[in-house]
Nanobody
Framework: QVQLVESGGGLVQAGGSLRLSCAASGRTFSSNAMGWFRQAPGKEREFVATITWTNSTSYADSVKGRFTISRDNAKNTVYLQMNSLKPEDTAVYYC?????????????????WGQGTQVTVSS
């Protein structure tokens, strides 16, 4: 059974940093794209970042230059380093794994999802 477990969320002041982790179990995703999405209250779940098995990355415009996605295939883990956080980054952050190898930004391209971790940025 595939499981994705996020950690690292919390409360931080604007301008601060957090590092999210997502540990996968049940199968290896070293050859697959992994991604991060987020969902704020009352809003749709939106794409944040994705990384392929060759470490090619893509970001939403709203986080470009502030967030960095990375992966450690030996640990079957993907990370999201979030710097210069803003109150509008407040959301539940979800890790996702795709059966595809290319960069994918659509929710429908991800087959596996974690349960999410709350990130709250205070002003």
């Amino acid at each position: 059974q595939v499981q994705l477990v996020e950690s690292g969320g919390g409360l931080v002041q604007a301008g601060g940093s957090l590092r999210l982790s997502c540990a996968a179990s049940g199968r290896t995703f070293s050859s697959n794209a992994m991604g991060w999405f987020r969902q704020a209250p009352g809003k749709e779940r939106e794409f944040v970042a994705t990384i392929t098995w060759t470490n090619s990355t893509s970001y939403a415009d709203s986080v470009k230059g502030r967030f960095t996605i990375s992966r450690d295939n030996a640990k079957n883990t993907v990370y999201l380093q979030m710097n210069s956080l803003k109150p509008e980054d407040t959301a539940v952050y979800y890790c996702a794994a795709s059966n595809l190898r290319i960069r994918v930004t659509g929710r429908g391209s991800y087959a596996y999802w974690g349960q999410g971790t709350q990130v709250t940025v205070s002003s």
